[in-house]
């Protein structure tokens, strides 16, 4: 026989059970929460006082959504190619933190084979193509790309630099759908462009 201190016992843990499960995120949300954030070094007083802010996008690939963090630059009437950026080096790509990429599945970015995860992207300039490497550090700040980042380099790609007609001041990227697991994130500051192809499997 149950007595009414032994339901009133049971009721109490079967409460405090559901509020655990309610309270506990599964892993699918955990994963979720971590891939969505962008990694950023600083106060949010600080970062939203920088002059060249923060800013992510995101395109949704296959099943999964491939989403880039950086920080944008302005032109503030200097020059940009073969000035700011320099010709034959290595440059972040942005601003402040590393430029970063999310993928959500294997695939390739500007041709490098890539698994799921983070990583960090640089861009070695020329008049005419750019390298673009990809690299698995991604909690840093954009420069130096010293021998100590490169090492850490996963491969590198290279494509086209294209010149738009019209001229973009603070340094945007964007992503142009280009099939159901394939797109192309456009660089496009000043007024040069560059497409770099993410491929998802």
Not at 94 to 110: D, F, L, R, Y
Not at 113 to 131: C, F, M, N, R
Not at 166 to 179: A, P
């Amino acid at each position: 026989m149950t007595t009414r201190h032994e339901k009133n016992i049971a009721r109490f843990v079967a409460l405090a059970a559901a509020a655990v499960l309610l309270l506990t995120p599964d892993k699918a949300s955990a994963q979720t929460t971590a891939t969505d954030a962008c990694w950023v070094r600083g106060t949010p007083e600080r970062v939203a006082a920088r002059p060249s802010i923060l800013d992510s996008l995101s395109v949704q690939l296959g099943t999964g959504s491939v989403k880039v963090c950086y920080g944008r630059p302005r032109k503030n009437d200097r020059q940009i190619m073969g000035g700011l950026v320099p010709y034959g080096a290595p440059w972040r790509m942005g601003a402040n933190e590393a430029t970063v990429i999310h993928m959500p599945v294997a695939g390739t970015i500007a041709g490098v084979p890539v698994e799921a995860g983070s990583y960090s992207l640089y861009a070695i300039p020329a008049e005419k193509e750019w390298q673009i490497v990809v690299n698995s550090t991604t909690q840093r700040w954009g420069i130096p790309i010293n021998p100590a980042v490169r090492e850490k380099d996963v491969g590198t790609g290279t494509v086209p630099a294209g010149t738009s007609s019209t001229s973009e001041d603070q340094m945007r990227l964007s992503f142009e759908k280009k099939g159901d697991k394939t797109a192309d994130l456009i660089l496009h500051w000043d007024l040069t462009t560059v497409r770099i192809p993410v491929v998802v499997k």
